[in-house]
Structure formats: structure tokens, C-alpha cells
């Protein structure tokens, strides 16, 4: 099987891939001070309680925006699973896509392997929506090359500057307004939901109309991340919702590295 471990600001997420299909999955809170035992340690336990040992993973393949973690993982990879990582963007597991941007190191590994998984999945342009520590708008085109997008604070975020920039609001919980779709609220807690819900709503919906004006031609807007299916309850813009796009990405770059003659 394949260990795929997608490092992310806020979390790290370590996935059993067998194929495209996501066997088992365990996220953990980013720390790039964690050392290669701790996440052994860790992992040990999890894969016991799914009747697994660490010799069934075959290929460890890692995506990160963290560059200081990198070394840590590779430790992880080579000492106990037998195996040194394959990294998402380099060598064997390159893109093998157009980065037409005006710095393309620049762009985040997640961005680019959530690219290749939705190219591969679904024909034409492309708009990807990515809700994580920020919201990433990612345009492919229908050729598969990387064209552009959107970097926009992610709703966690904006939450957290809104409270503690103001002393007397309330820490509040990231959901949908629950008794009406009103965007007039009679107290604070509910303005802080419309505001900060409906608010983003409006932003993605927004964004959204830009970027197809601009691309010209029909796109399919595919969303992925923790708090994609929380916005599709109240939004018909997206075309498709797929939480594992980022780890799926992960495993055609690794069966990619994988094949002779690559």
C-alpha cells in the first residue's frame, strides 16, 4: 500500500492508499519540531487498530507546504517503513504538466497535486476550490495545464482575526445560520453567523462568475478540503465535491514514479 501524507499549515494528513481509494486516514496538528519517532509512535497505534503493521506500506509519497517538516518525514519513511519518500513535484513524481504562471516554483504542492487529480477526473477547464488554512482558487485548463488562481484568507482565519480584533465578540463555531437563510440578524452571535458564513458564500459565488468570465469557455468547479461540504449545503455553484482530491493526486504521481521507463 502507499502511505501518502499531505503536510498542510494547520494539519498533516497520513493516508493508506490502495489505488485512487483512500483505505484509512489520520490527520494530526502541523508541528515541524515533531520528530521521525514521534510520528512512528503515533502511527504505530493507528495502524494496529486497523490490524496493519508498518510492512505493508510499499511507497510513502509526500506533498508539503512546510519545508521544515520535510526532513522529519523523510526519517519517518526511511527508518520505519523501509522506504525513502517519493516528494510530490520532484523527479520520478514530477507533475508532468504545464506551470504556466510567472513563477512556477512558487506554486504550493497541494495546489499543483490537486491539479493533476482533477485534470485526470473530469475533462475541460477547470476551477478547483480548496478550503483549507487558505482558500485557493486553482484554474486548469482544458489541456491540463496549471493556468492561475486565487489565494484568499480561509475561513478560520477570518474568524480568528474578527475576534480577536474586537474584545467583545464571541469565538463562534464555523457553520450555517440555522434557523432562517435572513441575512438580518437580531443579536451578535447570529450577525457573526451571516457575516461570516453568508459573507463567504458570497465570495466564492463571486469569484466564481470572475474567473469563468474571464476563462471564456464552460469550466466545472470542483471543491475539496474539511469545510467544502459545509459551504455545498447552501451553494449550488459547485459541479462536484471531492474531499479526497488532494490524496488521490498523490496517488497518481506515485504510481507515475512507480512505473519503469517513467
Not at 52 to 81: C, M, W
Not at 147 to 157: D, E, H, Q, T, V
Request: glycine letters at 10%.
Amino acid at each position: 500500500m502507499l502511505l501518502a501524507c499531505d503536510v498542510g499549515n494547520t494539519n498533516i494528513v497520513f493516508a493508506l492508499m490502495e489505488g485512487i481509494e483512500v483505505r484509512s486516514r489520520w490527520r494530526i496538528a502541523t508541528d515541524p519540531r515533531r520528530t521521525a519517532d514521534e510520528y512512528a509512535v503515533w502511527l504505530l497505534q493507528l495502524f494496529a487498530l486497523e490490524g496493519l503493521a508498518f510492512d505493508s506500506v510499499d511507497q510513502v509519497i509526500v506533498s508539503t507546504v512546510v519545508p521544515r517538516a520535510r526532513h522529519n518525514l523523510t526519517v519517518l519513511g526511511e527508518k520505519y517503513f523501509g522506504q525513502a519518500p517519493i516528494f510530490a513535484g520532484e523527479g520520478p513524481a514530477g507533475w508532468g504538466m504545464e506551470i504556466d504562471v510567472e513563477e512556477p516554483a512558487s506554486l504550493g504542492a497541494d495546489r499543483a497535486v490537486n491539479a493533476v487529480a482533477a485534470h485526470a477526473e473530469h475533462p475541460g477547464d477547470l476551477i478547483v476550490i480548496d478550503f483549507g488554512t487558505a482558500t485557493t482558487f486553482d484554474v486548469v485548463d482544458f489541456n491540463g495545464a496549471y493556468k492561475g488562481g486565487i489565494i484568499a484568507p480561509g475561513i478560520n482565519l477570518s474568524l480568528d482575526a474578527l475576534v480577536q480584533a474586537a474584545a467583545k465578540l464571541p469565538r463562534i463555531a464555523i457553520e450555517a445560520p440555522s434557523e432562517t437563510r435572513s441575512v438580518i440578524g437580531r443579536n451578535t452571535e447570529t450577525q457573526m453567523h451571516i457575516g461570516v458564513y453568508w459573507g463567504y458564500v458570497a465570495m466564492i459565488e463571486g469569484l466564481v462568475a470572475r474567473l469563468k468570465a474571464e476563462i471564456g469557455r464552460p469550466a466545472k468547479v470542483l471543491a475539496t478540503g474539511g469545510l467544502a461540504l459545509l459551504f455545498d449545503e447552501q451553494t449550488d455553484i459547485f459541479d462536484a465535491v471531492d474531499v479526497d482530491l488532494t490524496l488521490k493526486g498523490l496517488a497518481i504521481l506515485a504510481e507515475k514514479a512507480s512505473k519503469p521507463g517513467r
